[in-house]
């Protein structure tokens, strides 16, 4: 009886022990601060790129509408049928 009172106890604190090692070891890696990034991004050079990407973007719609206001006249060229 008291051979398995004391194996009781020895699996009691040995599994106590496997959950405060891995408690233990999956609380630093998510806190470790990470090396050469600051914690927040610097909000002038993320401006900088917005502006960037939109400017981009207004170039590539004015492409667009020239294209499209130049094949609109070509279809409705083609679209209308010949009279006699």
Not at 23 to 39: D, K, N
Request: with cysteine; net charge positive.
């Amino acid at each position: 009886m008291k051979r398995i009172c004391v194996l009781r106890w020895s699996l009691l604190a040995a599994a106590n022990a496997a959950v405060l090692c891995m408690l233990g070891l999956y609380s630093t890696g998510g806190a470790a601060p990470q090396a050469g990034q600051p914690p927040f991004a610097n909000s002038v050079e993320q401006r900088a790129e917005i502006t960037q990407e939109l400017r981009e973007i207004k170039e590539l719609l004015k492409e667009q509408n020239t294209l499209l206001r130049g094949g609109a006249t070509k279809q409705a060229e083609v679209s209308e049928p010949r009279r006699r």
